[in-house]
């Protein structure tokens, strides 16, 4: 089993920047590949960024450019980079990890855009 524990979200105005991170713990040999996810008032929960097992980066259309996501798969750990926020990206942000066949997901970290 694996635990994920996400932090740094918050309140930023429009153009500003956050950094998200996302610790997992358990059984962190076994993950294949870290996603984050993000889900907005009313809506289902959305990709945002992705490493897949072999280790190359995805975004979302709505983030590529402005998102950057890095991932430390012998600590567990990963961070989401967020520059140029738009109201747009206020959303409840998760992590999410596969490890074989079941996924795993955190307790999301709420990033707020507004001015």
């Known amino acids: 089993q694996v635990q994920l524990m996400e932090s740094g979200g918050g309140l930023v105005q429009p153009g500003g920047s956050l950094t998200l991170s996302c610790e997992a713990t358990g059984d962190i040999s076994s993950i294949q590949n870290f996603g984050w996810y993000r889900q907005a008032p009313g809506e289902s929960h959305k990709i945002v960024a992705w490493i897949a097992h072999d280790g190359r980066e995805n975004y979302a259309s709505a983030v590529t450019g402005r998102f950057t996501m890095v991932m430390d798969k012998a600590k567990g750990t990963s961070h989401l980079q967020m520059d140029n926020l738009k109201p747009d990206d206020t959303a409840v942000y998760y992590c999410?990890?596969?490890?074989?066949?079941?996924?795993?997901w955190g307790q999301g970290t709420q990033v707020t855009v507004s001015s």
């Open positions: 999410n990890v596969g490890v074989g066949p079941k996924f795993y």
